[in-house]
């Protein structure tokens, strides 16, 4: 009997094994390297490893004795070009200057012959600033919070301590704020057309009902750079849009929808409208459709059985519907890039720009880190808000 439950088991596990290997390759892979991108810091160690280790009996008071001295110089004479210049790179960007001064440092370091001392603050009076010893110091650790406090523009100071970053070193938080300012409208505006629209569908039965929603389907199978690409033609300046309205004589000149905000509140909200409209139809088809005229032979008006009946029973399809649009909107990037102006671009944008355009993997794993645990959350609400609705369909 045991041999037969064992063998039902393996035939189990085989049987999501490719599951499991699929969910494995691309999803967990990528989500891990995504986080020990954002966190992980091998850049100065890797490149500068006797410094790495002789700096870490430092108190971070002027300047390292010898020992670290001779071990910098170590590092610069052995390390090639290639590896050094990632760890240039984050040191320059924590202390400007860092890209000169060690290009000059490593020169001296490989002429000077090894066993022989080379006297640092002689080569560059830099190196008699405590400043640029701290930022050695600190990035030398295999793990790093700095990735994370820069996406939040934050960082540390001399103590330690987790303090606001410069303003003009970074406008992370800004882009933040303004990409839940973005899906938070795209979020309205998909709620007051999409529940009257999942409303009327519902009341209506037969080809009506069905030719309604293939209206609402019929976006979704289609490409969204095609729809995207759509909405570059029709909202610029001669566009089908501006010339319809200045052939009817309502406006003089083309109006401004293009390369702007509300180019990407048009665009996005035509895309995003289908989540908004099947998750609220999906609830306010199963309500009976006799509680309105029992509420109006009760003496309700139309208005007031709506308020008091019709909303309230359909506020669980609108909260999962608003959650939804407002998830995929936060992580959009095509429409905003396409659409959108310099100062429309959302967070996905950004992430796009540390990865493609500066190779910085770091804060485009933090940034991405930080967008995957908002989505996360949302979609945890999404779930429990959801839970219980049964989908109908044509």
């Known amino acids: 009997m045991s041999g037969l439950f064992a063998n039902a088991r393996l035939r189990a596990g085989l ?56 071990a910098l110089v170590a590092d610069l004479r052995d390390t090639p070009r290639s590896v050094l210049g990632g760890a240039v790179r984050m040191l320059n960007s924590q202390v400007s200057g860092f890209r000169t001064l060690m290009s000059r440092t490593a020169n001296a370091a490989q002429d000077t012959a090894a066993g022989e001392r080379l006297d640092l603050v002689a080569v560059d ?32 100071d001399a103590d330690g301590e987790i303090v606001a970053a410069p303003a003009a070193t970074s406008a992370n938080r800004l882009i933040i704020w303004r990409t839940f300012a973005i899906a938070g409208t795209i979020t309205a505006l998909c709620a007051l057309i999409g529940l009257p629209y999942a409303m009327l569908a519902a009341s209506l039965s037969g080809w009506k009902r069905n030719l309604m929603l293939l209206a609402v389907l019929l976006p979704l199978w289609t490409s969204l750079l095609v729809r995207t690409a759509a909405w570059f033609i ?61 509420a109006a032979s009760m003496g309700a008006t139309p208005f007031a059985a709506f308020r008091r009946i019709l909303l309230p029973l359909s506020l669980p399809g609108l909260l999962a519907g608003s959650l939804l649009v407002f998830m995929v909107a936060i992580g959009y990037y095509i429409t905003p890039a396409l659409i959108g102006g310099p100062n429309d671009q959302m967070i996905s944008s950004i992430i796009a720009f540390y990865a493609l355009q500066t190779a910085n993997w770091g804060m485009a794993g933090a940034l991405g880190l930080i967008l995957l645990a908002i989505t996360t959350v949302l979609y945890l609400v999404y779930g429990r808000l959801s839970r219980g609705t049964t989908p109908t369909g044509l």
């Open 234 to 294: 029709l909202l610029q300046n001669e566009g089908l849009i501006n010339g319809a309205l200045i052939g009817l004589g309502l406006i003089d000149g083309p109006l401004p929808l293009i390369f702007n905000r509300l180019g990407v509140v048009i665009a996005m909200t035509h895309v995003l409208l289908p989540f908004m409209v099947l998750p609220i139809y999906s609830v306010v088809a199963a309500i009976p459709k006799n509680l309105m005229p029992a």
């Open 125 to 156: 009076e830099r190196w008699a600033e405590p400043r640029y010893w701290q930022a050695i110091a600190v990035s030398v650790a295999p793990y790093t919070d700095r990735n994370l406090l820069a996406a939040l523009d934050l960082e540390r």
């Open 15 to 70: 049987l999501i094994l490719p599951l499991a290997l699929f969910l494995g390759v691309f999803f967990i892979w990528p989500l891990w390297t995504m986080v020990a991108v954002a966190v992980h810091n091998d850049a100065i160690g890797g490149a500068l490893p006797e410094t790495a280790a002789a700096i870490g009996v430092w108190d971070g008071e002027g300047i390292p004795d010898a020992a670290v001295q001779d």
